[in-house]
């Protein structure tokens, strides 16, 4: 009878780690697979989306155009799976998000070029591209709400910080997986066949991920008998929006989009661009959990908005910096660190802040939906906006000028919050 009770208390404490391993690795292969698409951004806007003829920007603007219609899929997941995992539990939820957005890149490394099948070659990506934004949308609700729900009191912060962390590791992941192939194979290696390897490398980090959660357990919040159904109201989610906007917009802008702004704008080189990004991931990484733990002793506030007022302020002598000739490598890789590392202050808390803008029933909806609606906007329309801008202005310092804006406005937002201390 001892050993029962002791085993039932070993598991009642493993419980907390057992579900941040399945929330973080189910979304690191979230992200890792999301991200895959954007560091290859100009390979696949050759095969997919430049007939014979046409231009390489124009066929990148397509390829951003389908970036950001994805996006434009996460609000109807995050309603959709968002209201399940309220309804049903957190658990199969995540089961069924992670199985369809590894199923979806896995059928992109398969898919016929444009070359291959014409124009229904960018149709069918596109097409893929939108269940992986549906899925997506589900997976930040779901994740957010089972790490935080599973949290040791006072550590919420930290443990909302992995759902973040894993972000950057899945965005490393890709940009890894990207520049080792890229390293391996010749250029011609690489248009012909090589660009479909890291889609396919999707399957068993995919299968990893199921089987984790298949072993997961509901929250024990969403298991109390006396909580009850909440709605959620449109301010709430505007508010949400507006103080993570910032987050969205500055970390796509410099994790994401960066490679493919420094190969068409600055004429940098393929793996060039993708160094460049791995080192601001990096300093990404390594600033989340530290800002997500220093969230539960000052509060999330305090944190967000040192972020926020950092890009607004260093953002254009960034670009400036990137496009000084006679700045050296070492430079431009710490600034580079230091960009990133700035985007981890509003990455780290930002979980948690969101799951504690809304009550359990509801909270996969309100927080999910929140963070999709700020994602399709400012961070899958980043590439579109940018590309474009420079394009049409020849004015290089558009990525500054599109992160400071977007995290003014959060800096407002988070200004209005009443929050005096961690939660």
């Not at 995540?94 to 070029?113: C, D, S």
């Not at 520049?179 to 990893?208: E, H, K, M």
Request: proline share 5%.
């Amino acid at each position: 009878m001892k050993l029962i009770f002791e085993d039932r208390a070993v598991r009642e404490r493993n419980r907390p780690l057992r579900a941040l391993a399945a929330g973080s690795v189910g979304n690191f292969v979230e992200w890792y697979e999301f991200a895959v698409y954007g560091y290859f951004a100009t390979v696949v806007a050759e095969r997919f989306f430049t007939p014979a003829g046409g231009s390489a920007a124009e066929g990148l603007v397509r390829t951003y155009a389908s970036f950001g219609l994805a996006f434009f899929f996460r609000p109807l997941g995050a309603a959709v799976f968002g209201r399940l995992a309220d309804r049903l539990g957190r658990r199969p939820v995540l089961i069924l998000v992670v199985a369809l957005m590894t199923g979806a890149t896995a059928l992109i490394g398969l898919l016929p070029t444009y070359a291959q099948a014409g124009s229904l070659a960018p149709w069918l990506l596109t097409f893929l591209r939108a269940v992986q934004g549906l899925s997506a949308g589900g997976e930040f609700g779901g994740a957010v709400a089972m790490l935080t729900e599973f949290a040791p009191p006072g550590q919420r912060g930290l443990y909302g910080a992995w759902q973040s962390f894993t972000v950057a590791l899945g965005l490393l992941g890709g940009a890894g997986v990207a520049a080792g192939v890229a390293s391996v194979l010749t250029a011609s290696q690489l248009d012909a066949w090589g660009w479909r390897l890291p889609f396919l490398l999707a399957l068993p980090l995919g299968a990893l991920a199921l089987w984790l959660r298949v072993g997961l357990e509901e929250t024990p919040e969403f298991r109390e008998p006396d909580v009850r159904a909440a709605r959620v109201s449109a301010g709430a989610i505007a508010l949400a929006v507006g103080r993570v906007m910032g987050w969205s917009a500055a970390g796509y802008t410099l994790l994401v989009v960066l490679p493919s702004y420094l190969q068409t704008a600055l004429h940098t080189g393929f793996r060039a661009a993708l160094l460049a990004t791995v080192l601001a991931n990096l300093g990404f990484a390594a600033a989340i959990l530290p800002a997500g733990l220093l969230s539960d002793r000052v509060g999330r506030r305090p944190v967000m908005l040192t972020g926020a007022g950092l890009v607004v302020v260093l953002a254009l002598p960034l670009l400036d910096l990137l496009q000084d000739d006679g700045v050296s490598s070492a430079v431009r890789g710490a600034a580079l660190c230091g960009a990133g590392a700035v985007v981890g202050l509003m990455a780290g808390p930002g979980p948690a802040l969101l799951a504690g803008m809304f009550p359990a029933r509801a909270r996969c909806t309100g927080l999910g939906l929140a963070y999709a609606l700020s994602n399709a906007v400012f961070s899958g329309c980043a590439g579109l906006i940018i590309t474009e801008a420079v394009k049409r202005t020849g004015n290089l310092d558009v990525p500054g000028y599109y992160a400071a804006a977007a995290c003014a406005v959060s800096v407002l937002a988070l200004v209005r919050s009443r929050e005096t201390k961690a939660g």
